[in-house]
């Protein structure tokens, strides 16, 4: 980021409350060009909400959040969708092929992903030969890859994953976190993720924020964070 350029993204008092349940209170961050920022915090703490406002899958009641200087509530949900896409724990997957999938997304958009496009998207989620394969048949791991590739499809420039391991073993929790590492490296994106696995933060991300009844106790690199013994 050059100095007069602003952050990838950038909340600002971001808050929403539903009744009397205050879910996310005034947070404000930013996050640049190949970020990994990882939001820790014991259950209920607020992570998957501050999510789920980024991209305007629930509204804030106060604050807003800027996409490159832009403020989001002047972009059309369907593009800040595409621009910020979202992984979500458990992937869902549109009955059918691979590929029809992956089309999914620019298909809406009016655009055409070629066989090259989606072999290259495939190839980049190490799963170069499932183009044809009905989803039905994927295993969990296979699965949120075919999550995180159609993602992709749609050029977006930030990340949220939620927990996007969780409901994997050991040995394909490992496989997708290379991934996401590998991909975030080669495209130069900027990605949230929320974990409950404080040693997954440390492997994958450069920042860490601590959120807590909504808000944020703590935020700064994953050393200064995590190195510091309990954060919970």
């Known amino acids: 980021m050059t100095e007069n350029q602003p952050p990838l ?3 600002e008092n971001l808050s929403r409350s539903v009744k009397d349940r205050v879910l996310v209170a ?12 990882a939001v820790v915090g014991p259950s209920g703490a607020g992570k998957s909400s501050f999510l789920r406002l980024i991209n305007r899958l629930d509204e804030p009641d106060s ?3 800027y996409l490159e200087g832009r403020d989001y509530q002047n972009i059309p949900p369907s593009e800040l969708r595409r621009r910020i896409g979202m992984v979500m724990q458990s992937p869902f997957l549109f009955p059918g092929t691979v590929a029809y999938n992956l089309c999914f997304g620019p298909r809406q958009r009016g655009e055409t992903l070629s066989e090259s496009d989606i072999k290259h998207l495939l190839a980049s989620v190490g799963l170069s030969d499932f183009a044809q394969e009905d989803v039905s048949y994927l295993s969990g791991g296979e699965a949120q890859r075919v999550s995180l590739a159609r993602t992709l499809a749609n050029s977006p420039s930030v990340l949220l994953l939620d927990e996007p391991t969780s409901a994997l073993d050991s040995a394909a929790e490992r496989e997708v976190e ?19 696995d404080l040693a997954q933060a440390k492997r994958l991300a450069n920042r860490v924020m601590v959120m807590a009844q909504g808000g944020l106790k703590k935020i700064g690199t994953a050393k200064e964070v995590l190195g510091a013994g309990s954060v919970l």
Request: one cysteine or more; a positive charge.
């Open 26 to 37: 005034d947070i404000s961050i930013t996050l640049n060009q190949g970020d990994i920022l």
């Open 63 to 65: 604050g807003t959040v």
């Open 178 to 196: 290379k991934l996401i590492l590998d991909i975030i490296r080669e495209r130069r994106l900027g990605c949230l993720i929320v974990t409950h």
């Open 9 to 11: 993204l950038r909340t």
